[in-house]
């Protein structure tokens, strides 16, 4: 396994896919890195759709911006956060709506937390030497229907899974000093 810091510079958005298959001990390290996630009070908020039939990867790509790498990786997967998981028990059966605006600070927890999942999917695959791409150029009212998601969910992302079939370079990244400072927002910028 590479030091964590060269994997996260090793990974790059992958948009050009091998069509060898994902074996299914590889797809479940890296579903089970997403459940390993931290979450707020353990709610673990998440909900991970695998998607390898043909036809849900095409009406996904239609809702995505016709990104046709969704068609063309072998595995995508969704990552969905789910309201229900975060809200009492005793609400659970409650009609509720990502667009309630009493949930809005429920939705915005959810998401963070299931973004999180998100993010260690990623970094298992890129560990497998995997290429992934984040894809989040969709409405809900569209992607929710191809993938049967009630209305107390919200797609946080797509992320396409495939062996990279291209290099792409490195983005550029902000500097440390613009992103970074001691003890208050508006005061000393990081420098070490
Ligand atoms: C939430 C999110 C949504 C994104 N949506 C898309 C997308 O719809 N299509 C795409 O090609 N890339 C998408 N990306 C990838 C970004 O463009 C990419 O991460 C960024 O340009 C930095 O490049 P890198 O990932 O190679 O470091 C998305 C990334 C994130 C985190």
Not at 164 to 172: C, G, R, T, V
Request: hydrophobic content about 40%; aromatic content about 6%; some cysteine.
């Amino acid at each position: 396994m590479k030091n964590f810091i060269d994997l996260a510079s090793a990974r790059r958005s992958v948009r050009k896919y091998k069509s060898d298959p994902i074996p299914g001990d590889v797809l479940d390290k890296i579903l089970r890195t997403g459940q390993l996630a931290p979450s707020g009070n353990n709610s673990q908020p998440w909900r991970f759709i695998i998607i390898d039939d043909e036809e849900v990867k095409r009406n996904l790509c239609e809702v995505s911006g016709k990104q046709k790498w969704i068609i063309e990786s072998p595995i995508t997967i969704a990552i969905v956060a789910d309201m229900k998981s975060k809200i009492k028990p005793e609400f659970r059966d409650n009609d509720i709506s990502i667009d309630d605006q009493e949930h809005r600070e429920v939705l915005l927890k959810t998401v963070r937390d299931a973004t999180i999942a998100a993010d260690h999917m990623v970094m298992a695959a890129t560990d497998e030497g995997l290429g992934t791409c984040w894809i989040a150029l969709f409405e809900q009212d569209d992607i929710r229907p191809v993938l049967n998601v009630p209305q107390h969910c919200y797609v946080v992302a797509i992320i396409t899974i495939g062996y990279p079939d291209e290099a792409p370079s490195a983005k550029p990244r902000k500097p440390l000093s613009d992103i970074a400072s001691r003890n208050s927002f508006d005061r000393e910028p990081w420098s070490c």
